[in-house]
Structure formats: structure tokens, C-alpha cells
């Protein structure tokens, strides 16, 4: 392999200087001692990506949380963190600035928050915990003086100064805690993504009219990215990785008028991407690789020893499209990575097998998919199939994206394990076997084995709870066949649980129940206030049959009154043991429980 990647640098480089060539000669050959890992382990780099953004991961997370989560993935054996940070973006995305990283411009400052339960993005509605529902509000720390959720750094901080003060000294402690653990860390962020404010301080011939973007030829575009680079460089001095991200959203490029120099880069470069599915792809491909080599020179020059890293979206039309050309173009230094298509539903696309012939790939499954956050997610065989995977293409590395600790700890175990041992890994059943006779007592283990075992294999409960969208009346449904299953499981778990004298196993057991319960719940709640809705968007439309009125209004509100939407709350409050999990339980506030007051009130006001 080394001799390879030695031929590619040198076909590579014979246009450009020696120093170049040095270097990169440098690092094949110091490549373990570069990542500071043992050159016999079957992956250099074993890690994790904790998302920020919603309630029920890192964005509502405290110091005490970061060294609990970094004290078990030093436990696992795994070695590397990164954490992404949103800068604004396309659509829903725009005003969405977290502080982990501070881009001022021009003296302009964005707007910046980690959310709390009392912001308003992420489908998330404003609501402080005393108004949480069924008393749900007591089970969450009690913060003096704040009535909220969320992160103490978001929570205490009185203005936007503070917010990012607060957020960074935090992150700051984050990566020296994992330094001392042996943990490698990562800041992340979508490169050539402005935040709002910047639209109309900008130069407006530094946009590419038609799509929107930046123009990474123009000089406002270059100090904008350097800006980001310097503040993650100096808030961030010991910062291990810089890692760049394609941005979600594919680009919808209807005939965009771009300046005489990005069409100069454009007729230069686009021949890397000649192959790509569509001219939208070479477009998207030209664009990126030209602000990644920006910031590859910049921090080069900047923190030559940060090393970097790119990534994006992984299904067709995202950064797979573009990832060979990305690949014919960049210096070899650079690690490529890639999300899983599909919220990891799919294996990551065959073409890193053939990228990782020439430089470092990580590969990058999901222990969980934010399109269903409220449920529980098995992804042992998953994990199994993706990382042995991984192995077999001879990928440099794994990365797991999650937001929940609690409802993952299976799968984090299970990729963990897969990581350490690829040519050797045990079935889905084996590790089933072990994890439950450790959580639910040997007595038990094999029959709720089995029951874990069906669901991982067969991907359910296959519900749908996106985080990033407010909740719909399609939440949660599931068919009668999986009801009837889920209703015979709950009922062999209380037996067991009924059995069991231990009183830890009979609270693991119970936790699961709970969760299954909760599944069944969020369906037929669904199900009954369904008709009010349909009735209430109806009425606003004004398609109402006034003959049939009476009936269809008498028939939503029976309808409405069977929802078990105290006994929703209170089974969800029952299994509430970390902090993820009471994220998701103010999401249930701050989406469900005020959608429920709104038709309440339309039934009560119409009426």
C-alpha cells in the first residue's frame, strides 16, 4: 500500500515544489506515529460523532456529561471524538448557529444558540418546564432562576457574548479531558455556509447568483472561511482535527451566473468530475474541492500539525457524487470520510474501497437515525455488517454519529466490539446473549435475547419521530401485525420481570418495557387526534360540509378524548435514566403535548 500511495504522490507532485513532496513522503512513512496509534490495530481510528443540535444529545449536555460519555468510550477502547457545529445553512437551516465556533465579519457577530426548551428551531415550540405536562417538569434538574431545559452554558448565559464565551470554555475543557483519556478530538463545520446576518454585509458579487452560494474565488469568501479556520485554531489550540463538511442539501443549480474567476476555476477543474451523475454534481464538486483547498493551504500555514478531514451527506446526490473527483484533485494528506447513506440504513458506498487504495478513509455508521428519535433503535447487525465491512475494504477508520446515550448503549458496545476485533466478530446473537445476561440477569437473558435479536434483524419498530420537523399525527404509527407482537413481548416481560428478584435487572427490564409501552402509546394517540386535526386544517381552508358538520365534528372529539396522553407521559417518565432521554422527554412537551392544547382548543372554541 505504501508503495502506492509513494507512485500516486509522485505523479502527483511532479508540477508542483519538493516541499510538497517531503512531506507527504514524510507522512506515509510516519503514518502510525502520525496518528499516535499502534500500526498493528485493525483500525487507526475508532470513534464517535455526537451530534449538536437537538435536546436529547450533546447540545443539552453539561461537563459532568462530556466525562461520563469520554470515561466509557476510554472504557470501549475508542480513541477519537468530533463534534459538528452548525453555521446557518439552506432552508429550515438558516438561522441555525450553535457557538462552538464564532465567525465575526465585518463587526458583525451572529446570533448563536445551543437549544434550550425555550428556543424555537428543530420543529422544536418554546416552552419553559414548568408548563411541562403531567408533572413531567419535576423529573428535570432544577436550575435557580431558569425555567428551561438544556445545557447550563445555554441556560445561564445573558446574551449572545456569553453564549458563545460559555459554549466554548466548555468545549475547551472537553477536548483537554479527552486529551488526558487518550482521545483524539475533532471540530467540524460546513464550509462555504454563512450565517444569516452575513447576507447583507457581503459584497453581492461574492454570490453565485442562481444557487446562492458563496463564490470561494472572492475575497469575502476567502475571509470568511479563513475567519472560521483562525477561531477554531485559537479557541481551540490543542484541537487534533479540522473537519469539513459538504452541506446537506444537494444543489439544485439552475443556471447560476458566477463571477470570470470561479468560471476560470470551473473550465480548469471541472475535468476531475467528468464522471460525476450530473452537471449539478460537477458544479457541486468544483465548488467544494475549491473551498477545500483553501482551507487545506490555510491550515497548513496556520497549525501545520492539525490535520484534516472531510465528510458530507451519504446517499446518491450528496457527496458520493463528487467524492472521486474530490479524490483525483486533493492532496493525499487529506482524510476523506462519508455518513452512511440513508441514516445509515445502507453501507457506506463501495467507492471508498477504491479511495482507500491511495489515502485514509473513515467510514461513518449510525447507531441511530434522527427520522426516529423517540423509539428505540436496534442496530447491532448493523454495526456487525457495516464495520466488518469497513474492514474488508481496508478503511483506515470508523466513526459512529449518534445524539441518545442511553437507548445506543447496545449498539455503541456493539460497534465498539466490531471495531476492536473486525475479523473475529461475534453474531448479533452471541452479543445479544452477553449484553443481556449482563443488563437482565442470566435467568432471563436468553429469552429477551431472542425478543432484541427480532427486532435488530427485522429494523423495527420501524417508527417515524423526526427530530427535525414539529410533530404530525403520522408519529408513531405502526401496523397491526407489529401491535399484536410488541403486545406479546410486554406481557412476557412483566413475567419475567415479576420473577426476577434482583432489583437492578427488574429495573433493566422495566426500562425496556417502558419503552415498548411508549411505542404503543404514541400509536393510538396518534390515531385518536388525527380526526381533530384533519377537522381543525379543514375548517381553516374552509372545506366544510355544513350538512355533515355535526357528525364529523362529534365523531373528532369521541375521537380526541380516548388519546392516553397522561398515560404517554408518565410511561416515557418511567424510563427516563440519562440525559438524552430527558431531551426527548421535552421534545414530547414542546411538540406533542402543545399540538394536543392547539385542538383542544379548537374543539373547545368551535363547539
Not at 446557518?88 to 438561522?95: A, F, I, N
Not at 462552538?100 to 420543529?123: H, M, Q
Given at each position: 500500500?505504501?508503495?502506492?500511495?509513494?507512485?500516486?504522490?509522485?505523479?502527483?507532485?511532479?508540477?508542483?515544489?519538493?516541499?510538497?513532496?517531503?512531506?507527504?513522503?514524510?507522512?506515509?512513512?510516519?503514518?502510525?506515529?502520525?496518528?499516535?496509534?499502534?500500526?498493528?490495530?485493525?483500525?487507526?481510528?475508532?470513534?464517535?460523532?455526537?451530534?449538536?443540535?437537538?435536546?436529547?444529545?450533546?447540545?443539552?449536555?453539561?461537563?459532568?456529561?462530556?466525562?461520563?460519555?469520554?470515561?466509557?468510550?476510554?472504557?470501549?477502547?475508542?480513541?477519537?471524538?468530533?463534534?459538528?457545529?452548525?453555521?446557518?445553512?439552506?432552508?429550515?437551516?438558516?438561522?441555525?448557529?450553535?457557538?462552538?465556533?464564532?465567525?465575526?465579519?465585518?463587526?458583525?457577530?451572529?446570533?448563536?444558540?445551543?437549544?434550550?426548551?425555550?428556543?424555537?428551531?428543530?420543529?422544536?415550540?418554546?416552552?419553559?418546564?414548568?408548563?411541562?405536562?403531567?408533572?413531567?417538569?419535576?423529573?428535570?434538574?432544577?436550575?435557580?432562576?431558569?425555567?428551561?431545559?438544556?445545557?447550563?452554558?445555554?441556560?445561564?448565559?445573558?446574551?449572545?457574548?456569553?453564549?458563545?464565551?460559555?459554549?466554548?470554555?466548555?468545549?475547551?475543557?472537553?477536548?483537554?479531558?479527552?486529551?488526558?483519556?487518550?482521545?483524539?478530538?475533532?471540530?467540524?463545520?460546513?464550509?462555504?455556509?454563512?450565517?444569516?446576518?452575513?447576507?447583507?454585509?457581503?459584497?453581492?458579487?461574492?454570490?453565485?447568483?442562481?444557487?446562492?452560494?458563496?463564490?470561494?474565488?472572492?475575497?469575502?469568501?476567502?475571509?470568511?472561511?479563513?475567519?472560521?479556520?483562525?477561531?477554531?485554531?485559537?479557541?481551540?489550540?490543542d484541537v487534533d482535527w479540522i473537519w469539513l463538511w459538504l452541506h446537506e442539501f444537494s444543489m439544485d443549480v439552475i443556471r447560476p451566473y458566477a463571477s470570470a474567476e470561479f468560471r476560470d476555476v470551473y473550465r480548469r477543474d471541472w475535468q476531475y468530475f467528468q464522471d460525476a451523475p450530473s452537471e449539478d454534481a460537477i458544479f457541486t464538486g468544483v465548488w467544494a474541492l475549491s473551498?477545500?483547498?483553501?482551507?487545506?493551504?490555510?491550515?497548513?500555514?496556520?497549525?501545520?500539525?492539525?490535520?484534516?478531514?472531510?465528510?458530507?451527506?451519504?446517499?446518491?446526490?450528496?457527496?458520493?457524487?463528487?467524492?472521486?473527483?474530490?479524490?483525483?484533485?486533493?492532496?493525499?494528506?487529506?482524510?476523506?470520510?462519508?455518513?452512511?447513506?440513508?441514516?445509515?440504513?445502507?453501507?457506506?458506498?463501495?467507492?471508498?474501497?477504491?479511495?482507500?487504495?491511495?489515502?485514509?478513509?473513515?467510514?461513518?455508521?449510525?447507531?441511530?437515525?434522527?427520522?426516529?428519535?423517540?423509539?428505540?433503535?436496534?442496530?447491532?447487525?448493523?454495526?456487525?455488517?457495516?464495520?466488518?465491512?469497513?474492514?474488508?475494504?481496508?478503511?483506515?477508520?470508523?466513526?459512529?454519529?449518534?445524539?441518545?446515550?442511553?437507548?445506543?448503549?447496545?449498539?455503541?458496545?456493539?460497534?465498539?466490539?466490531?471495531?476492536?476485533?473486525?475479523?473475529?466478530?461475534?453474531?448479533?446473537?452471541?452479543?445479544?446473549?452477553?449484553?443481556?445476561?449482563?443488563?437482565?440477569?442470566?435467568?432471563?437473558?436468553?429469552?429477551?435475547?431472542?425478543?432484541?435479536?427480532?427486532?435488530?434483524?427485522?429494523?423495527?419498530?420501524?417508527?417515524?419521530?423526526?427530530?427535525?420537523?414539529?410533530?404530525?399525527?403520522?408519529?408513531?404509527?405502526?401496523?397491526?401485525?407489529?401491535?399484536?407482537?410488541?403486545?406479546?413481548?410486554?406481557?412476557?416481560?412483566?413475567?419475567?420481570?415479576?420473577?426476577?428478584?434482583?432489583?437492578?435487572?427488574?429495573?433493566?427490564?422495566?426500562?425496556?418495557?417502558?419503552?415498548?409501552?411508549?411505542?404503543?402509546?404514541?400509536?393510538?394517540?396518534?390515531?385518536?387526534?388525527?380526526?381533530?386535526?384533519?377537522?381543525?386544517?379543514?375548517?381553516?381552508?374552509?372545506?366544510?360540509?355544513?350538512?355533515?358538520?355535526?357528525?364529523?365534528?362529534?365523531?373528532?372529539?369521541?375521537?380526541?378524548?380516548?388519546?392516553?396522553?397522561?398515560?404517554?407521559?408518565?410511561?416515557?417518565?418511567?424510563?427516563?435514566?440519562?440525559?438524552?432521554?430527558?431531551?426527548?422527554?421535552?421534545?414530547?412537551?414542546?411538540?406533542?403535548?402543545?399540538?394536543?392544547?392547539?385542538?383542544?382548543?379548537?374543539?373547545?372554541?368551535?363547539?
Amino acid at each position: 500500500m505504501i508503495r502506492t500511495i509513494f507512485s500516486k504522490i509522485i505523479k502527483r507532485t511532479s508540477n508542483h515544489n519538493c516541499s510538497f513532496l517531503y512531506c507527504s513522503l514524510v507522512l506515509i512513512f510516519l503514518m502510525p506515529s502520525f496518528l499516535g496509534l499502534n500500526a498493528a490495530d485493525p483500525f487507526k481510528i475508532r470513534g464517535t460523532l455526537p451530534w449538536h443540535n437537538f435536546l436529547s444529545g450533546p447540545s443539552a449536555w453539561n461537563e459532568e456529561d462530556y466525562i461520563k460519555y469520554l470515561d466509557k468510550m476510554k472504557e470501549l477502547g475508542l480513541n477519537m471524538v468530533a463534534f459538528h457545529c452548525y453555521t446557518g445553512g439552506s432552508e429550515r437551516y438558516t438561522t441555525y448557529v450553535e457557538p462552538l465556533i464564532k465567525i465575526e465579519y465585518r463587526n458583525v457577530v451572529p446570533e448563536c444558540f445551543l437549544d434550550t426548551s425555550l428556543t424555537a428551531r428543530w420543529g422544536y415550540r418554546p416552552l419553559p418546564v414548568s408548563k411541562f405536562a403531567f408533572g413531567s417538569g419535576k423529573i428535570f434538574p432544577n436550575a435557580p432562576g431558569i425555567d428551561g431545559f438544556g445545557a447550563d452554558c445555554a441556560l445561564f448565559a445573558k446574551d449572545k457574548e456569553e453564549r458563545y464565551a460559555r459554549a466554548q470554555g466548555l468545549m475547551r475543557k472537553v477536548i483537554g479531558y479527552a486529551h488526558s483519556k487518550g482521545i483524539q478530538v475533532g471540530i467540524g463545520f460546513e464550509f462555504g455556509i454563512h450565517p444569516p446576518e452575513f447576507a447583507s454585509v457581503v459584497p453581492p458579487s461574492s454570490w453565485i447568483r442562481g444557487v446562492m452560494l458563496p463564490d470561494p474565488t472572492h475575497p469575502a469568501s476567502v475571509e470568511i472561511l479563513r475567519k472560521t479556520i483562525d477561531n477554531i485554531l485559537e479557541t481551540y489550540p490543542d484541537v487534533d482535527w479540522i473537519w469539513l463538511w459538504l452541506h446537506e442539501f444537494s444543489m439544485d443549480v439552475i443556471r447560476p451566473y458566477a463571477s470570470a474567476e470561479f468560471r476560470d476555476v470551473y473550465r480548469r477543474d471541472w475535468q476531475y468530475f467528468q464522471d460525476a451523475p450530473s452537471e449539478d454534481a460537477i458544479f457541486t464538486g468544483v465548488w467544494a474541492l475549491s473551498y477545500i483547498r483553501l482551507a487545506y493551504d490555510y491550515v497548513h500555514k496556520k497549525a501545520p500539525k492539525v490535520r484534516l478531514v472531510i465528510s458530507g451527506w451519504g446517499n446518491k446526490n450528496q457527496l458520493p457524487a463528487v467524492l472521486t473527483g474530490l479524490d483525483r484533485a486533493l492532496p493525499l494528506d487529506i482524510v476523506f470520510s462519508c455518513l452512511n447513506p440513508d441514516q445509515g440504513w445502507e453501507a457506506q458506498p463501495s467507492i471508498v474501497e477504491d479511495i482507500a487504495k491511495r489515502r485514509l478513509v473513515w467510514a461513518i455508521p449510525w447507531l441511530e437515525g434522527d427520522v426516529r428519535l423517540w423509539h428505540l433503535q436496534p442496530r447491532v447487525n448493523l454495526m456487525r455488517e457495516q464495520v466488518t465491512l469497513a474492514y474488508k475494504q481496508k478503511l483506515d477508520g470508523v466513526v459512529a454519529i449518534h445524539w441518545r446515550t442511553e437507548e445506543t448503549r447496545a449498539n455503541l458496545e456493539a460497534f465498539a466490539s466490531y471495531a476492536a476485533n473486525p475479523s473475529n466478530a461475534q453474531t448479533v446473537e452471541e452479543f445479544y446473549n452477553k449484553y443481556c445476561e449482563r443488563e437482565f440477569g442470566k435467568d432471563n437473558s436468553k429469552k429477551i435475547a431472542e425478543k432484541l435479536v427480532w427486532y435488530d434483524l427485522n429494523r423495527e419498530p420501524a417508527t417515524y419521530s423526526p427530530e427535525y420537523y414539529p410533530y404530525d399525527v403520522i408519529w408513531g404509527l405502526i401496523k397491526p401485525e407489529l401491535r399484536e407482537r410488541i403486545q406479546k413481548d410486554i406481557a412476557q416481560l412483566k413475567q419475567f420481570m415479576e420473577k426476577t428478584a434482583n432489583p437492578i435487572y427488574k429495573t433493566n427490564i422495566d426500562w425496556l418495557i417502558a419503552n415498548f409501552e411508549f411505542t404503543l402509546l404514541l400509536d393510538e394517540t396518534s390515531r385518536s387526534i388525527e380526526p381533530t386535526l384533519r377537522l381543525h386544517d379543514n375548517w381553516l381552508k374552509n372545506k366544510i360540509d355544513k350538512q355533515q358538520w355535526k357528525q364529523q365534528f362529534d365523531e373528532a372529539r369521541q375521537s380526541f378524548n380516548k388519546a392516553p396522553i397522561e398515560s404517554l407521559f408518565k410511561t416515557y417518565m418511567r424510563r427516563v435514566r440519562s440525559r438524552g432521554e430527558l431531551g426527548v422527554l421535552s421534545s414530547i412537551n414542546q411538540k406533542l403535548w402543545l399540538q394536543y392544547l392547539d385542538l383542544k382548543n379548537f374543539l373547545e372554541k368551535v363547539e
